[in-house]
């Protein structure tokens, strides 16, 4: 059996401003080579008297296969989907 992979996510914050946005730019590694390239952005617009609407936006460069596109959706639609489930025992 083959030794587990290791993976890297090295990330700079280029921009916070309260309230308002977060931009990061991130490399994702495994093995010491790339995965990917990335900048995103979340912004937070006001929503309502007490509330807030999250837009997360990402743009990166992907180096393996057809899937990384779809896996790395689904694990950041999972993260948000943790997030809001968790602001909501908060509400």
Known sequence: MGHPS???NDT???EITAG???VL???MGMDGAPMSHSVTVTEFFPDGPNGCRLVFTEQGAYYGGP?????RRGGFEDLLGKLE???ATHA
């Open 67 to 71: 899937d990384d596109v779809k896996n």
């Open 85 to 87: 489930a968790e602001l």
């Open 12 to 14: 700079w914050h280029l």
């Open 25 to 27: 730019a991130y490399t």
């Open 20 to 22: 308002q946005r977060i």
């Open 6 to 8: 290791v993976f890297s």
